[in-house]
């Protein structure tokens, strides 16, 4: 067969060198040289090995063994056999040499067979051989992953439970072993999933509400995750429908309505409109309307919402002018829900008196609205009147005007500061009067600073750009290697932060927590010593739109272990001050003069309570009743070269002793009035005493008696109720009964009430009186500011709808509500904290407007409703403990409390990483678990190490984690 005349430049192919390619292998197969052969090739099977897409120009395919003649003394012609070969590959006729033509694709072809051809002349003659070539093709990374959808279809229910699957991602990669393992990213963090970054599951992260948000939009992609490009694929997108339940009530746009008609009634005649909305779609957000009984008899409501008097009506307000009544709200769910609201019916003489058309009035406007924007009109009946402000402000304090003859409000048209909700005042409190030269009357006016998103959030950790953070590469996966935090001077949605990390090319090996911003390794690190990673961390709002700040942070991974040493006690609250050593553990061979210690977290007091000196903690007297548990970092850094070495945990608990005595709160007045006809049994106070001390031992726990001689009340010993112990008789009617109660703690100490006065009056005698002889009410923690608490209405029972009351708050803490006049409303006139104030004791006066001026106090008390607005948290992250093996079975080693501010939280404790022993195990009482060991004896270990998590009722959960050493 003839060599080929000539060969083209562009196919000469690849040559594989020893010292200057990372693309020889070794040969799968070692084929050992025939030293028997006679004539024809030197073996009869051949190897080589190539990588794919390598360049080839001038690069020979090294071939094992080498291809040559058996015999020496001959001329040789080496050929391909054009018929049964590739083109892929060339042949040096003379040196039997092989060049590859052009690239070869793994993906293709993994292998090529190639028959070779020989022809020889030597003295005996001339003879012909063959023998084969097996080239194995050598994958490398020339593929990008290929998401399998484009899209991903999601309907789900807005009452999804946390934690659901939704759907499984998937990805191919073209490229085999490392070279085709992915991981998966999630592009928008706002969504409300997670995806895992290993098997691509994607979980619901978020509770959602159909009414704010419909749908998501979530991209995701993979990104190869073992090889050095990390190449990425194409994006996908989940696309996320929620649908709608019936999990909204109906919402009155007031509570309550109060409705003023003019004498006299009429058939038909219109009354006033009340308007509820439910923020669900559908039948689901269709509002019916109907009263309760018995009014519903002589008023009616239509599906607008309109009240008008039917003709039964006409005769029943001819008797009565005044009526109070609800209005309810149902929707068309299957279940349906329902929502009220309470109207204030009066008809007065149109021709003798005039009055504002609402009790009181309630405006807001966004922060920074321009001045001289108007707030709200406030008017009445009447356009003989003018108006102001019952006093006189300063532009400083109070950034309204008002018209005179017009009521308008108005911003100040030169305030020295914009409204700001951020700043001192988000609300305004304040009455207006109107006067017509011989009358003047008033009604309350609230104006409310809504929050607009206008502040971006602000990082505190870390401080500035580009921090590089140190890490060992010993350091677990999902272990917590930094935490940023950030704060956003806006309020609610607005101010609140959530963190994210931005696509990035490292970013696919950490996460972080949205809420906390602790930021975790996802793979392990221990590989990657000397690898610097970059990753851009945002701070987002919660508004609308949503303002961001970012940081750019690095992690350097470091070839040396962190040291790392825990030291726990327990002391008595109010003891002497403890001092311990640092130098322990596996610092204990360190040179004091080699070290130095700084308390890195846990010392944020408003007195520090911690400070380090000569290598010791000195940690002053602890009060139980301030700190249950003290959880301190400190770090230890190389004092000569800066360098970080490791640090070491401190954890305190602090144990409750009996040094506190009941206190009684405040009565807000000493003299309360209670009517004559009041029954057997009815309560009329409620004394309330606290104690400081742990209810958990008993030491805080109170019971009330009663104090002083013998009266017509009795004490409920648990609750502080007071209430009548027989019926008030004629000869009572005047009469003050003066009352005290003491309170007595779990260890014997007693406090003592001051005096509470009870006067009795008769309500025949022209005195306003209280449907009730005392009122009790509750709201909700959290609420927002005016909303409506319950209804302390007072009557004159001699001359009813002769003469007008006033209503008004006397004695301690009526700043934080407000009472309309005359109708007895009770509005919260402040934000109300159950962990901060759980209850309110109050006194409400009725005053009559004529003469004789008699007036009444009765006796308010409002609990604040705790909500489950905090999560519980141990007082640690690690926290260490050791038995001896000689101690006694049944062994408590640890008791962890973990703390939580609602009020009677319900803590449930779980073992997530259980020792490698039955021997150690934990039981839970109440909100404590205790850690025993059964038989110290057995423990076969020197170390334990135990993972717990607290959760509490609605799933609010913490890890921490407890080291045991057996000695």
């Given at each position: 067969m003839a060599r080929p005349s000539c060969i083209p430049v562009l196919v000469l192919a690849i040559v594989f060198t020893v010292t200057e390619s990372k693309v020889l292998k070794t040969p799968t197969t070692q084929v050992p040289e025939d030293k028997s052969c006679v004539k024809g090739f030197s073996a009869s099977l051949y190897t080589a090995h190539v990588e794919e897409n390598a360049r080839y120009q001038l690069t020979s395919v090294p071939v094992t063994p080498e291809i040559r003649a058996c015999r020496d003394d001959t001329q040789?012609?080496?050929?391909?056999?054009?018929?049964?070969?590739?083109?892929?590959f060339w042949i040096n006729n003379r040196t039997g040499s092989i060049y590859m033509t052009k690239p070869v694709d793994y993906e293709s072809t993994t292998n090529h067979r190639v028959d070779l051809l020989l022809q020889e002349t030597h003295s005996d003659g001339s003879d012909e051989g063959n023998a084969l070539l097996i080239i194995d093709v050598v994958d490398v990374n020339d593929n990008k992953p290929v998401m399998t959808q484009t899209t991903y279809n999601v309907d789900i229910s807005e009452a999804s439970a946390l934690g659901l699957h939704l759907l499984t991602l998937s990805a191919t990669d073209a490229d085999t072993g490392n070279n085709a393992v992915v991981m998966y990213v999630l592009d928008t963090p706002e969504c409300p999933i997670d995806v895992d970054s290993a098997s691509g599951e994607v979980h619901l992260t978020r509770l959602l509400d159909y009414e704010e948000e419909h749908s998501y939009y979530c991209r995701v992609h993979a990104v190869e995750s073992l090889t050095d490009e990390h190449f990425q694929s194409n994006q996908s997108t989940i696309v996320i429908k929620v649908h709608d339940v019936n999990d909204n009530s109906p919402i009155f746009t007031s509570n309550p309505y109060d409705f003023v008609m003019t004498w006299p009634p009429t058939d038909g005649m219109y009354v006033g409109t009340v308007t509820a909305y439910d923020r669900d779609s559908g039948v689901f957000g269709t509002v019916n309307y109907t009263m309760e009984a018995p009014v519903d008899s002589f008023l009616s409501v239509d599906q607008t919402g309109d009240i008008r008097v039917t003709d039964a009506g006409v005769d029943a307000l001819q008797k009565n002018k005044n009526f109070t009544f609800l209005v309810m709200a149902t929707d068309d769910g299957k279940s349906p829900r329902m929502g009220q609201t309470l109207v204030l019916m009066r008809m007065i003489d149109g021709y003798s008196r005039w009055f504002f058309y609402k009790p009181s009035y309630n405006f807001s406007i966004p922060e920074n609205t321009p001045t001289n924007a108007e707030v709200g009109l406030v008017t009445v009946n009447s356009s003989h009147v003018r108006y102001s402000f019952s006093k006189k402000y300063t532009d400083k304090d109070f950034p309204?005007?008002?018209?005179?003859?017009?009521?308008?409000?108005?911003?100040?048209?030169?305030?020295?500061?914009p409204v700001d909700h951020d700043g001192l005042h988000s609300s305004f409190f304040f009455q207006v009067a109107a006067t017509?030269?011989?009358?003047?009357?008033?009604?309350?006016?609230?104006?409310?600073?809504?929050?607009?998103?206008?502040?971006?959030p602000i990082f505190i950790i870390p401080s500035t750009d580009n921090m590089v953070i140190p890490v060992s590469k010993f350091r677990e996966p999902e272990a917590i290697i930094y935490k940023v935090s950030a704060t956003d001077k806006d309020s609610g949605d607005n101010g609140r932060v959530t963190y994210y990390i931005l696509n990035t090319i490292d970013a696919s090996r950490f996460s972080i927590d949205r809420t906390n911003g602790d930021i975790r390794t996802r793979q392990s690190l221990f590989n990657l010593e000397d690898n610097l990673f970059h990753i851009t961390v945002e701070a987002r709002d919660n508004g609308s739109p949503s303002l961001t700040s970012s940081r750019q942070i690095s992690f350097q991974i470091k070839s040396e272990s962190i040291l790392e040493e825990f030291i726990y006690r327990s002391i008595t609250e109010n003891s002497s001050p403890v001092s311990l050593d640092l130098l322990v553990g596996p610092f204990k061979t360190f040179p004091k003069s080699e070290v130095s210690f700084s308390i890195a977290s846990g010392n944020n007091y408003s007195r520090p309570v911690a400070n380090i000196y000569d290598a010791k903690l000195k940690v002053g007297s602890l009060d139980y009743e301030t700190i249950q548990y003290l959880d301190l970092t400190v770090n230890v850094t190389g004092r000569t070269t800066n360098r970080f070495v490791g640090f070491i945990h401190v954890a305190i608990a602090v144990q409750d002793v009996n040094d506190n005595r009941p206190r009684f709160i405040s009565s807000p007045v000493s003299t309360f009035n209670i009517p004559i006809t009041a029954k057997s049994g009815v309560p009329v106070y409620q004394f309330v005493a606290v104690d400081k001390d742990s209810t958990t031992d008993g030491n805080g726990v109170v019971s009330y008696s009663l104090g002083g001689s013998p009266s017509p009340f009795l004490l409920d010993k648990y609750t502080g109720m007071l209430t009548l112990n027989r019926a008030l008789a004629k000869s009572d009617n005047k009469a003050t009964f003066t009352v005290t109660a003491n309170a007595t703690d779990g260890g014997g100490n007693i406090g003592t009430s001051s005096p509470i006065n009870l006067s009795v009056y008769d309500p025949a005698e022209g005195y306003p009186t209280f449907h009730e002889p005392a009122y009790f009410g509750s709201v909700l923690e959290n609420s927002p500011i005016r909303t409506s608490v319950m209804l302390v209405n007072p009557v004159l029972t001699v001359f009813p709808g002769e003469h007008e009351l006033a209503v008004d708050m006397v004695g301690l803490r009526k700043s934080e509500f407000y009472i309309t006049a005359p109708y007895g409303d009770l509005y919260t006139n402040t934000e109300m904290d159950a962990e901060m104030t759980p209850m309110y004791l109050l006194a409400i006066r009725s005053t009559t407007l004529h003469t004789p001026v008699?007036?009444?106090t009765v006796f308010v008390r409002i609990n604040v409703?705790?909500?489950?607005?905090?999560?519980?948290?141990?007082?640690?992250?690690?926290?260490?403990?050791?038995?001896?093996?000689?101690?006694?079975?049944?062994?408590?080693?640890?008791?962890?409390?973990?703390?939580?501010?609602?009020l009677g939280a319900k803590l449930n404790y779980n073992v997530v990483t259980a020792p490698s022993t039955p021997n150690i195990i934990t039981t839970q009482a109440h909100n404590t678990l205790d850690v025993v060991v059964l038989d110290p004896s057995k423990l076969a270990e020197q170390t334990y190490h135990i993972q717990m998590t607290v959760d509490d009722e609605l799933h609010m959960q913490n890890t921490a984690n407890l080291v045991v050493t057996v000695e």
């Open positions: 040789v012609v080496y050929m391909i056999d054009p018929d049964t070969s590739s083109d892929l309204f005007v008002i018209t005179q003859d017009g009521g308008s409000i108005r911003l100040n048209t030169t305030p020295t500061s017509d030269d011989q009358t003047t009357i008033y009604t309350n006016v609230t104006v409310t600073i809504t929050d607009i998103n206008d502040n971006s008699k007036s009444t409703t705790d909500i489950n607005d905090n999560a519980p948290h141990f007082p640690f992250s690690t926290n260490h403990t050791t038995i001896r093996r000689s101690d006694g079975p049944n062994t408590v080693i640890a008791t962890i409390t973990a703390v939580d501010k609602d």
